[in-house]
């Protein structure tokens, strides 16, 4: 099969999705002829124009209000959030409006938008442009969360997106942009709550988000080496979430480990640890372990920024803890 | 005016009349519902203010667009809404327009091109803006009104929306109903220079009309709605008006912002409904009688829906997880 890179899966995603339906539109900053500073929609205005693909000034809550006002008057938009971090700009429109209309309107009116942003730390990019703020939105009911993990990933979840008439944010890792995997020539779209068991194993459950995946992979293998059979599981969606596979999985192992970028207190990794122990409580041989983001603001410094997220070394150390029953009464 | 295009306009000029007072009267129930403790939460009272919304909406088809604010009836009203499933809504009854979900501060007939009431001040903005943009971009003729007070000109959202909608030439009026209090603070406490000049700065077209005046207020939007169609929008105009009651009903005590002659004056000299009831028989559109059978028929409507929603049901309990996303029947399963 052909391989190509996540930022050439999300712009063909785009193209496919724009050419089928009349109704889909790009708005943002630089999205047009710059086609953003990662390139990844380049090509796009050339087909569709200025009027499906728009360039806004620099103003986050007002383009993003647009395109909630847009969404439920039968378009359906896709808002470039250049940063992840500008998110916290938006979160007006997102959350109170977005998230809320369909509910507060007792079913009669919908938004069918998609939020494309990104997230990811070690681009040496400081407190500002680094920060994986997934949790705040998975935290609003009313709001879907996609993380794609490969190309493959990232294509198939942005046509679902595109298609669901429900608010959703997709955050794709911005240090996984030219990474390559294989894709198919021929349509193809991926469920939201289907997670997707990447290998699978019998010691020890790793449970990764986004490029985790790519550390709980590399993990995996090195523990392989070390005798440890591990299985990893990507979640691809985190609302909805596919319990179902975590929890087989976890019974399975009894031992988890869930491991995501974003910051880990209140996050991402305790929610999976606490649906786990309250669903598969007696199956465990050992608590399940989080592995966020340090608490701290994202450092510029790469002699301090590449300490704050998990690595597979990190994870392998934690599995062989696990796994040794040294973690059970961990102080 | 001639006198023939009066006579022509006859069915118009009681419509607004009539809208004007269902406004007042719904009000007044609501106010009553308040008081008595037989309605959950607050309110925030749109009596005094009814010649901007019926104004406005009376110049708007049913398929043209309005946002709502947090003082939400009067529009809701004037864009076509029953009292039955607006009382049920204010009561949080499931035969609510938003089936008790919303309330008060989200209010909306949405069938009527209503895109709901919004409770963050200023909130709705961007959604008016989007929803011109995508009647232009899917080519239909459809104009939007974005309601809005004059304390939430302080929001910088608006000047964004702005921004983008004169640069795109969006079909969308900013309509800032001045009342002159921005909750509990003077306008002139929290607006420096003057709003129109701040649309204006965006080249958009601003006026200043007396939104006590429903036939002003018709006139104008009248117009602009004609240009808005024909791709010369986006327009603002600001509606001098007043709020009979404060912030919301339990802002009783309010000496300390704005004076009881100051309410009385607005009351006496200015009230919307009295000045157009005394035109529309100096112009011999409709009789004394007429008018009085007209208000009592209306006060009749809203008792009844009144007493309708006190007796409807509760939505099921089932319903609390229901519409979190359209494609999960319960999220909580």
């Known amino acids: 099969m052909r391989e190509i890179t996540l930022s050439q899966a999300v712009n063909e995603a785009l193209a496919e999705e724009m050419r089928r339906d009349d109704t889909v539109f790009i708005i943002g900053e630089d999205v047009a002829e710059a086609g953003t500073p990662f390139k990844v929609l380049s090509g796009l205005v050339e087909e569709f124009g200025?009027?499906?693909?728009?360039?806004?000034?620099?103003?986050?809550?007002?383009?993003?209000?647009?395109?909630?006002?847009?969404?439920?008057?039968?378009?359906?938009?896709?808002?470039?959030?250049?940063?992840?971090?500008?998110?916290?700009?938006?979160?007006?429109?997102?959350?109170?409006?977005?998230?809320?209309?369909?509910?507060?309107?007792?079913?009669?009116?919908?938004?069918?938008?998609?939020?494309?942003?990104?997230?990811?730390?070690?681009?040496?990019s400081a407190a500002q442009h680094s920060q994986s703020l997934h949790a705040l939105v998975a935290h609003i009911p009313g709001l879907k969360v996609a993380l794609p993990s490969s190309a493959f990933e990232a294509k198939g979840l942005m046509k679902t997106a595109i298609r669901d008439d429900n608010p959703v944010v997709i955050f794709e890792d911005k240090l996984m942009y030219n990474d390559k995997a294989a894709v198919p020539e021929e349509e193809y779209l991926i469920p939201f709550g289907e997670a997707k068991v990447l290998r699978e194993g019998s010691d020890i459950t790793?449970?990764?988000?986004?490029?985790?995946?790519?550390?709980?992979?590399?993990?995996?293998?090195?523990?392989?080496?070390?005798?440890?059979?591990?299985?990893?599981?990507?979640?691809?969606?985190?609302?909805?979430?596919?319990?179902?596979?975590?929890?087989?999985?976890?019974?399975?192992?009894?031992?988890?480990?869930?491991?995501?970028?974003?910051?880990?207190?209140?996050?991402?990794?305790?929610?999976?640890?606490?649906?786990?122990?309250?669903k598969a409580f007696y199956h465990l041989d050992a608590p399940v372990l989080r592995m966020g983001a340090m608490d701290v603001p994202v450092p510029f410094s790469p002699a301090l920024e590449d300490l704050t997220v998990p690595t597979p070394e990190g994870v392998v150390a934690n599995a062989r803890k696990l796994v040794a029953g040294e973690m059970l009464h961990a102080a | 005016?001639?006198?023939?295009?009066?006579?022509?306009?006859?069915?118009?000029?009681?419509?607004?009349?009539?809208?004007?007072?269902?406004?007042?009267?719904?009000?007044d129930n609501a106010n009553q519902l308040y008081l008595s403790a037989k309605m959950p939460g607050l309110t925030h009272m749109y009596s005094g203010e009814e010649a901007v919304a019926v104004g406005i909406c009376e110049a708007l088809r049913p398929t043209d667009r309005i946002t709502s604010t947090h003082r939400g009836h009067g529009h809701c009203v004037a864009k076509g809404a029953e009292f039955k499933q607006m009382f049920c809504e204010l009561l949080g009854k499931?035969?609510?327009?938003?089936?008790?979900?919303?309330?008060?501060?989200?209010?909306?007939?949405?069938?009527?091109?209503?895109?709901?009431?919004?409770?963050?001040?200023?909130?709705?903005?961007?959604?008016?803006?989007?929803s011109?943009?995508?009647?232009?971009?899917?080519?239909?003729?459809?104009?939007?009104?974005?309601?809005?007070?004059?304390?939430?000109?302080?929001?910088?959202?608006?000047?964004?929306?702005?921004?983008?909608?004169?640069?795109?030439?969006?079909?969308?009026?900013?309509a800032c109903e001045n009342n002159g209090y921005s909750e509990y603070t003077r306008t002139a406490e929290i607006a420096a220079g003057s709003i129109t000049a701040r649309a204006e700065a965006f080249g958009i077209e601003a006026h200043k009309v007396d939104g006590?005046?429903?036939?002003?207020?018709?006139?104008?939007?009248?117009?602009?709605?004609?240009?808005?169609?024909?791709?010369?929008?986006?327009?603002?105009?600001?509606?001098?008006?007043?709020?009979?009651?404060?912030?919301?009903?339990?802002?009783?005590?309010?000496?300390?912002?704005?004076?009881?002659?100051?309410?009385?004056?607005?009351?006496?000299?200015?009230?919307?409904?009295?000045?157009?009831?005394?035109?529309?028989?100096?112009?011999?559109?409709?009789?004394?009688?007429?008018?009085?059978?007209?208000?009592?028929?209306?006060?009749?409507?809203?008792?009844?829906?009144?007493?309708?929603?006190?007796?409807?049901?509760?939505?099921?309990?089932?319903?609390?997880?229901?519409?979190v996303f359209t494609d999960v029947k319960h999220v909580m399963a």
């Open chain 1, 50 to 124: 200025t009027e499906r693909v728009l360039d806004t000034p620099i103003a986050e809550p007002g383009f993003m209000g647009i395109a909630v006002g847009a969404a439920m008057t039968g378009t359906r938009p896709v808002v470039d959030l250049m940063f992840g971090d500008f998110i916290y700009l938006v979160m007006d429109q997102l959350c109170n409006q977005a998230a809320k209309t369909h509910y507060m309107s007792g079913g009669k009116l919908n938004v069918p938008l998609v939020l494309r942003t990104n997230l990811g730390a070690t681009r040496r």
């Open chain 1, 206 to 278: 790793l449970i990764g988000t986004s490029s985790m995946v790519q550390v709980c992979q590399k993990a995996a293998e090195l523990l392989s080496a070390q005798g440890i059979s591990a299985e990893v599981i990507d979640p691809r969606t985190i609302v909805p979430l596919d319990e179902a596979t975590l929890l087989g999985s976890a019974k399975k192992t009894s031992r988890v480990i869930v491991v995501d970028e974003g910051h880990q207190s209140f996050g991402i990794t305790g929610e999976i640890a606490s649906r786990i122990n309250e």
């Open chain 2, 94 to 130: 499931e035969e609510g327009y938003c089936r008790g979900k919303g309330g008060s501060m989200h209010i909306a007939d949405q069938s009527n091109g209503n895109l709901g009431a919004n409770a963050i001040v200023g909130g709705s903005m961007g959604i008016a803006t989007g």
């Open chain 2, 212 to 323: 006590q005046d429903v036939l002003a207020v018709n006139e104008l939007t009248r117009k602009l709605v004609e240009r808005c169609r024909k791709g010369e929008g986006p327009f603002f105009m600001e509606l001098e008006t007043y709020r009979y009651h404060g912030h919301h009903v339990g802002d009783i005590n309010r000496e300390y912002y704005r004076s009881k002659e100051e309410e009385r004056d607005w009351k006496e000299n200015r009230d919307p409904i009295i000045r157009f009831r005394a035109w529309l028989a100096a112009e011999g559109i409709a009789t004394e009688d007429e008018i009085e059978a007209m208000n009592a028929e209306i006060k009749d409507d809203a008792a009844a829906a009144v007493e309708y929603a006190l007796n409807a049901k509760y939505p099921a309990a089932s319903e609390v997880d229901m519409h």
């Open chain 2, 132 to 174: 011109a943009f995508s009647a232009k971009m899917l080519g239909r003729n459809e104009v939007t009104v974005c309601f809005f007070g004059d304390g939430a000109t302080a929001q910088g959202l608006l000047y964004e929306v702005m921004n983008m909608a004169a640069l795109w030439k969006l079909p969308v009026i900013y």
């Open chain 2, 1 to 27: 005016m001639s006198r023939a295009k009066k006579k022509h306009n006859a069915e118009d000029y009681l419509r607004m009349y009539r809208q004007m007072v269902r406004i007042r009267t719904f009000e």
